[in-house]
């Protein structure tokens, strides 16, 4: 009971600072927005028992939205929000787009039959666990993440590099 | 009771670490300055900026030291004092770290003065030189532990202590600490005789207050955690294991706060060449070497 | 089963707000935030499922994890085509970007 109180709680802060990203003007606000978002999801997988990961992502994405907020500064023509512009269009579409996905997914969440819930898994039990399952079962997929950022990496710098005369 | 009890003794941290920063700044040893400091800030009067951005400027401060005391909750004193022994309690550390460099922004968007921007973006890139250069070593650390708990990481050092076991570990995690809690050489995003002061620049009376003595937690913080993982914890003979501990801490707090006294600031793209160039090659050096002296030279 | 239901729930309006973030925005950084949610939304479910449904296959673990990577490689690469055309157009409007149009 606790924890559905709990889940719902960071999953309301969640969707509420995800709304904020979108409404508020100013840029800094709406990284910043998101980070909170991301940071209650990390505490929504705390709260369903899930540490190591709600610990990874509180950590993660607090470096990676303030990255953002400054890319945001560097890009946008009105970071401070102070004057005003509109930078959104074919605004109706999107709205009937978000509403119909997000009713599309409740329903499907409602019409499927779920089965049995499962017991509980201990915190430490969980980093063994899923250390394990990286090292063995996984380690080929975990290895294509690595040279996948490796990928993005070289990708990136080869993209934004000045080009030289 | 843990809980209380932790908190007293890093605001009593606190307390020493604002007198030997005293002393390590002008030269002149005042046990009661910080108190008098206080009663100054409290009495002079909050000025807020015009145009600020009000949520961030209040928010920024307060943030800095709740993200110092979080980090702090999962830092052993003693067997048993300790607020919560979490299974991932090494990661956890650096994720409440990972919210000063989001609290510095804050505190330097929120005024909407120059000085302040300028020290909360500096900032956000130090902190892309040191984050790697806090998890890389805490990987050794762990690795030698087997275990992300805390304790069970001071426990692993009853045979010899990890600053002796890997002092390149110890070496490269003491000055990611010191750009964590931006003391002297790294003091990029305050910068007094620079930046003015930079993110505090635009603080006054009970807001400044908040942040130095956050700022005062975090410097204490920082000197805990490298006690917990490199200098061995609460171990020790003789002493209670909380004497150790707080002894141990103070030391490191003290070399923290007086090694910059000898060395000149660091500009912004000498501090992430070094970082990245030197630091994070010797970083994984040292997983390396720790991995072979696990496996190898002590099966 | 409600905690599973309500994390479900979650994640399908975090979807949504992410949908309509990113067809609405102009601006590439602010649709790449869309997408951004998009991906916490679907997160949100993996762990659901891990925790709820299959706490013994730690293999739902391994794929909240991949999409973390996901999502850094997603604003890594975005943020380098953006640099790019900053260069060269001077903004990272998504209205002006139609270069590739016939």
Same mark, same amino acid.
């Given at each position: 009971m606790l924890q559905t109180i709990f889940v719902g709680l960071f999953g309301i802060a969640a969707i509420w600072f995800g709304v904020v990203v979108f409404t508020t003007s100013s840029m800094v606000r709406s990284a910043l927005a998101l980070l909170f978002s991301q940071a209650a999801v990390g505490a929504m997988f705390l709260a369903m028992q899930t540490e190591f990961l709600g610990v990874l992502q509180i950590m993660m994405m607090g470096t990676e939205m303030s990255i953002m907020a400054i890319f945001m500064v560097m890009y946008m023509m009105d970071p401070g929000g102070l004057m005003g512009m509109d930078m959104t269009h074919q605004k109706r579409i999107s709205q009937v787009a978000g509403v119909l996905g997000a009713l599309v997914v409740v329903g499907i969440v409602f019409l499927v039959g779920w089965g049995s819930i499962a017991g509980s898994v201990p915190p430490d039990q969980q980093v063994h666990g899923l250390g394990i399952e990286l090292m063995e079962r996984s380690m080929l997929i975990f290895e294509t993440a690595g040279i996948t950022i490796l990928t993005a990496m070289i990708a990136t710098i080869a993209v934004a590099l000045e080009r030289r005369q | 009771m843990t809980t209380a009890m932790i908190i007293l003794v890093l605001l009593a941290g606190a307390y020493a670490v604002a007198v030997l920063e005293g002393w390590a700044t002008n030269g002149r040893f005042q046990p009661a300055g910080p108190v008098l400091d206080a009663v100054a800030m409290l009495g002079r009067e909050s000025v807020v900026t015009r145009s600020s951005d009000r949520i961030f400027f209040e928010v920024g401060p307060v943030l800095l030291l709740i993200s110092a005391l979080l980090a702090a909750a999962v830092l052993p004193l003693a067997p048993g004092l300790i607020i919560t022994d979490l299974a991932t309690g090494a990661l956890f550390v650096n994720a409440a770290l990972a919210y000063v460099m989001v609290a510095l922004l804050m505190a330097g968007w929120g005024p909407d003065g120059v000085y302040a921007m300028v020290g909360g973006w500096r900032f956000l890139g130090q902190l892309v030189g040191y984050s790697m250069l806090i998890v890389m070593p805490l990987t050794a650390v762990a690795?030698?532990?087997?275990?992300?708990?805390?304790? %069970?990481? =001071?426990?692993?050092?009853?045979?010899?202590?990890? *600053?002796?076991?890997?002092? $390149? /570990?110890?070496? +490269?995690?003491?000055?990611?600490?010191?750009?964590?809690c931006f003391l002297p050489p790294f003091d990029l995003p305050t910068a007094p005789g620079e930046l003015a002061g930079g993110v505090m620049a635009e603080y006054t009376g009970a807001r400044l207050a908040i942040m130095?003595?956050? %700022?005062? =937690?975090?410097?204490?913080?920082?000197?805990?955690? *490298?006690?917990?993982?490199? $200098? /061995?914890?609460? +171990?020790?003979?003789?002493?209670?294991?909380?004497?150790?501990?707080?002894?141990?801490?103070?030391?490191?707090?003290?070399?923290?706060?007086?090694?910059?006294?000898?060395?000149?600031?660091?500009?912004?793209?000498?501090?992430?060449?070094?970082?990245?160039?030197?630091?994070?090659?010797?970083?994984l050096l040292n997983i390396l070497y720790v991995g072979i002296v696990l496996l190898v030279v002590d099966s | 089963m409600a905690t599973l239901i309500v994390a479900l729930i979650v994640g399908a309006i975090l979807f949504g707000v992410g949908l309509y973030g990113s067809l609405s925005q102009t601006n590439l950084v602010m649709i790449m935030m869309g997408v951004e949610l998009i991906l916490a939304g679907a997160m949100v479910n993996l762990v659901a499922f891990w925790r709820f449904l299959h706490p013994e296959a730690y293999s739902g673990q391994m794929f909240v994890l991949i999409v973390m990577t996901v999502m850094a490689l997603e604003m890594a690469v975005g943020f380098g085509v953006g640099t790019a055309r900053f260069r060269y157009k001077g903004s990272v409007e998504m209205e002006e970007a139609r270069d590739l149009k016939g």
């Open positions: - | 690795m030698r532990a087997e275990s992300l708990f805390t304790t %069970r990481i =001071v426990e692993s050092q009853g045979a010899m202590w990890n *600053v002796i076991f890997q002092p $390149m /570990g110890f070496i +490269l995690f003491f000055l990611a600490a010191l750009a964590v130095r003595l956050a %700022r005062a =937690v975090l410097v204490v913080t920082l000197a805990v955690t *490298v006690t917990v993982f490199y $200098m /061995g914890g609460w +171990l020790g003979p003789v002493l209670p294991p909380w004497a150790w501990t707080l002894g141990k801490s103070l030391l490191v707090a003290a070399a923290m706060l007086f090694v910059g006294r000898f060395i000149p600031r660091i500009r912004e793209e000498h501090l992430l060449q070094w970082f990245w160039k030197f630091g994070i090659p010797l970083a | -």
